[in-house]
Each structure stands twice: as structure tokens, then as C-alpha cells.
């Protein structure tokens, strides 16, 4: 059995949570070069060899950080789904507006955590956990766009295309809000207009 330290128990309540709430912390006030395992077991009070059961590395960290990103952001989106789906004859406007609303709501509330999230979806090192959750969550966009195809509400083509220029306006919005580029209440204000364009196009009708 390890030893434990009175002033830094090797055991805790629920450990990983506890690492990773710090982490995020971290992540969010003083950015990703800051996050080490020492670090992160000096701020939850256990011992420096104590974090080391739950990530093996700062990349396993990283990846649990990002991995439990696209799970919150997967919820949220599903939530946003869902409600949408419950109102009489929803449009797919309206289900469009709702996803954009509520990816929109997440970014604003954690910039520096969709900027790990998207960091590590890139990174060739990532786990296929993580691979499947960035899938399942940024999938529910492509499903959207799928079940409109069906229902003959958008035009036909390749699936994969129509999804990007969605995904690729709002992140946009995302990462102008997250520059100060734009003001976060001036973009959720504006963002109904704004899915009425991308759905609609610039060119008069």
C-alpha cells in the first residue's frame, strides 16, 4: 500500500476529476505551457507521484482535457438537438439556429478549451477515444445536414463539403469572439441573421 503524506495524501476523493478541474483552470488563466503533473499535484494537495495513475504525461493530460471538451460540447449540442426537434414543425432553420446557439454558447464560455480541443483533434499522437468523441459531437452537425438532404429542405451534394462550410462559419464567429475581434452578446444577438445568410447565400433573390 503507498505511503501517504498528511499534507499531501496520495489518495482522493475522485482524483482525476479533481486534476482535471485544476488543469482546466490552469489551461484557462495561464494558458497550455503552463500545465504540468507536478504542478497540477501541488494544486489538489497530493503526492507529485499521485496524478501519474490517471495520465501518464502532459499529452495524456492534454488528451483527457480535450477528450472531456468534446464530451461537454457533444451533451450541449444534443440538448440544443433535442429541444429544437420538440417544437412544432420544426424547420430546419430553427434546428440550424439552435446548434449554431449552442456551439456558439460553449465557445464563449471556454475559448481556451476549444482551442486545446481543436489542437489535439489535429494532433497525430491523439487517442482513438478522443478520435471517436471529436466524431460523435462535431457528427451531429453532419447529421443534421444528412437528415436535411432527406427531407429535400437543402440541396443535394457532397455531405462532407455542406458540413465544413457550416462548421467553418461558426468556428469563425467562435474565433473572432475569442481574438475580441467581436463582441460576444453582438454576435448571439446577431446570430439568427447570421444562419439565415449561411443557409440562404448573399446573392439576391
Known amino acids: 500500500m503507498p505511503r501517504m503524506s498528511s499534507s499531501r ?8 476529476a479533481a486534476l482535471l478541474e485544476s ?14 503533473l507536478r504542478e497540477l499535484a501541488r ?4 503526492s507529485h507521484a499521485a496524478p501519474g495513475r490517471h495520465f501518464k504525461d ?4 492534454l488528451d483527457a ?3 472531456d471538451g468534446y464530451e461537454r460540447l457533444d451533451r450541449t449540442l444534443t440538448a440544443a438537438a433535442t429541444a ?26 471556454n475559448p481556451e478549451l476549444l482551442e486545446l480541443m481543436f489542437a ?17 459531437s462535431l457528427g451531429s452537425l453532419t447529421r443534421t445536414f444528412a437528415e436535411a438532404q432527406r427531407r429535400g429542405e437543402i440541396v443535394q451534394g457532397d455531405l462532407e463539403r455542406l458540413t465544413l462550410v457550416a462548421a467553418s462559419s461558426l468556428h469563425g464567429l467562435a474565433a473572432l469572439i475569442a481574438s475580441y475581434a467581436l463582441d460576444a452578446d453582438e454576435a448571439l444577438a446577431g ?3 447570421h444562419v439565415h445568410l449561411l443557409l440562404n447565400g448573399l446573392k439576391p433573390r
Do not use: W
Open 58 to 61: 502532459k499529452q495524456a493530460l
Open 43 to 46: 494544486d489538489t494537495g497530493v
Open 120 to 136: 489535439r483533434k489535429h494532433d497525430p499522437g491523439s487517442s482513438d477515444r478522443l478520435a471517436a468523441a471529436v466524431d460523435r
Open 65 to 67: 482535457l480535450a477528450l
Open 23 to 36: 488543469a482546466e483552470r490552469t489551461l484557462r488563466e495561464k494558458g497550455a505551457g503552463a500545465l504540468s
Open 84 to 109: 429544437a426537434a420538440g417544437l412544432p414543425e420544426p424547420a430546419f432553420e430553427r434546428h440550424m439556429a439552435a446548434l449554431a446557439r449552442a456551439y456558439l454558447g460553449f465557445a464563449v464560455e
Open 9 to 16: 495524501p496520495y489518495h482522493h476523493g475522485d482524483l482525476r
Open 191 to 193: 446570430l439568427d441573421e
